[in-house]
């Protein structure tokens, strides 16, 4: 594993020794053909130049800059498309064929996900009726709504009669822990991802913000409540292959800054969504709630 400095977001600098090794094992394995699949805003130039120094023979990518010969195939795409469908369309460009019969959507096959009702406590719990998930953490603080927010909402939603899950990684147990409080189940750090995408398709709603598992909701096909921060494009980033609906200001200030942090004082695009916006987004999806009606 290389952590490419011209693709993180907090880069180490340039080792040439180590570069120098990376070049060395791909040259070792004798790859034919290479495609390099990027964000919207990152280069596939340097990871050309690596994988030439390699002798990689066929070198495929996305570039609005010219290659020179670095690339065999310079593909180009519509500036708005889904992150997916931009994907895809480099690898047919690159020569391979997406089946007619797929959708061109993300996807997990439920067959391979486990039985949570075989996996023990508190796992099994989760299965023992309807339930929505809130997903609280996210890696950028721009993306991430206070969790003094989530866990308001996770209070109404229960006071409608929604029973509530909490999820997280072992990093952050102390917010599911939070956010779960007295109502939630929290899960927090008691998932892997077979687990996590087990837990997700068997929801019937999962909040979360423009984070991972929103995007596993989608390949689940579970509705998803998103509190999109506008720092990305919702239309390239906004969670695909089931029912969204997008919370959060697409106009705000910091729209298509890629901000980690939140430039703008107050962090409106996410601090303007209340938890009876979230609760009536889960009602939305989910149907009236089940103590309170609202919804119908």
């Known amino acids: 594993e290389y952590c490419a400095p011209w693709i993180r977001a907090d880069p180490e600098p340039l080792d040439r020794d180590r570069l120098a090794r990376l070049a060395g094992e791909v040259a070792d394995r004798g790859f034919d053909h290479a495609v390099i699949f990027t964000s919207f805003h990152q280069s596939?130039?340097?990871?050309?130049?690596?994988?030439?120094w390699a002798g990689v023979r066929r070198i495929s990518a996305?570039?609005?800059?010219?290659g020179g010969s670095l690339l065999d195939v310079r593909h180009q795409v519509p500036a708005d498309i889904p992150e997916t469908e931009r994907?895809?369309?480099?690898?047919e460009a690159a020569g391979f064929v997406v089946p007619a019969a797929d959708d061109r959507?993300?996807?997990?096959?439920?067959?391979?996900?486990?039985?949570?009702?075989?996996l023990g406590p508190p796992l099994d719990a989760v299965a023992s009726g309807p339930y929505v998930v809130v997903h609280p953490g996210c890696s950028a603080p721009a993306r991430s709504w206070p969790a003094a927010r989530w866990a308001e909402a996770v209070g109404e939603l229960t006071a409608a009669g929604r029973r509530v899950v909490v999820t997280g990684s072992p990093a952050?147990?102390?917010?599911?822990?939070?956010?779960?409080?007295?109502?939630?189940?929290?899960?927090g750090g008691r998932t892997a991802l077979p687990e996590l995408a087990a837990v997700l398709a068997g929801a019937q709603v999962v909040v979360v913000a423009n984070t991972g598992?929103?995007?596993l909701a989608g390949a689940v096909r579970t509705p998803v409540v998103s509190l999109f921060a506008p720092v990305v494009p919702a239309v390239r980033w906004a969670p695909r292959g089931s029912e969204v609906v997008l919370l959060g200001d697409q106009n705000a200030a910091c729209a298509g800054s890629r901000a980690r942090h939140c430039p703008v004082p107050g962090?409106?695009?996410l601090t303007g969504i209340t938890a009876t916006d979230v609760?009536?987004?889960v009602a939305k999806l989910a149907g009236p709630d089940p103590l309170t009606g609202a919804g119908t």
Do not use: K, M, N, Y
Not at 62 to 66: L, M, R, V, W, Y
């Open 213 to 215: 598992p929103a995007h």
């Open 172 to 187: 952050e147990r102390a917010l599911t822990a939070q956010v779960a409080g007295r109502d939630g189940l929290d899960l």
């Open 62 to 66: 996305i570039s609005a800059d010219f």
């Open 105 to 118: 959507l993300p996807a997990v096959r439920g067959s391979r996900l486990p039985d949570l009702g075989a």
């Open 267 to 269: 962090h409106p695009c």
């Open 44 to 52: 596939a130039l340097p990871t050309a130049l690596v994988l030439r």
């Open 87 to 91: 994907a895809l369309s480099l690898a």
């Open 279 to 281: 609760v009536a987004a």
